[in-house]
């Protein structure tokens, strides 16, 4: 069983920064993107950053130039880096990982989330 744990949420003051971290652990072959999508009260989960294999990294126009993703692939961690933060991003985090186990088995894992909370 694969496992995907998140920690760095809290509350932070608007213009303020937080570090979200997740670890995979489990029955991991072969890890290509990991990602972290985030829910706002009463909305639907949506994509904010996403990271390949090969460290190309993807943003929401709304975080572009404010959020920083990366990966520690020794340790199956990926990394979300918040700057600038604004009420706006104020949700529950979750982090996603692909793993390819072998050819073109591809499954999908989520983490149990993580609150973010922005203060004015």
């Known amino acids: 069983q694969v496992q995907l744990v998140e920690s760095g949420g809290g509350l932070v003051q608007a213009g303020g920064s937080l570090r979200l971290s997740c670890a995979a652990s489990g029955s991991i072959f072969s890890i290509n993107a990991m990602g972290w999508y985030r829910q706002p009260p009463g909305k639907q989960r949506e994509l904010v950053a996403r990271?390949?294999?090969?460290?190309?990294?993807s943003y929401a126009n709304s975080v572009k130039g404010r959020f920083t993703i990366s990966r520690d692939n020794a340790k199956n961690t990926v990394y979300l880096q918040m700057n600038s933060l604004k009420p706006e991003d104020a949700a529950v985090y979750y982090c996603v990982t692909e793993i390819r186990y072998s050819g073109s088995d591809y499954r999908y894992y989520w983490g149990q989330g993580t609150q973010v909370t922005v203060s004015s």
């Open positions: 990271i390949t294999s090969t460290d190309t990294a």
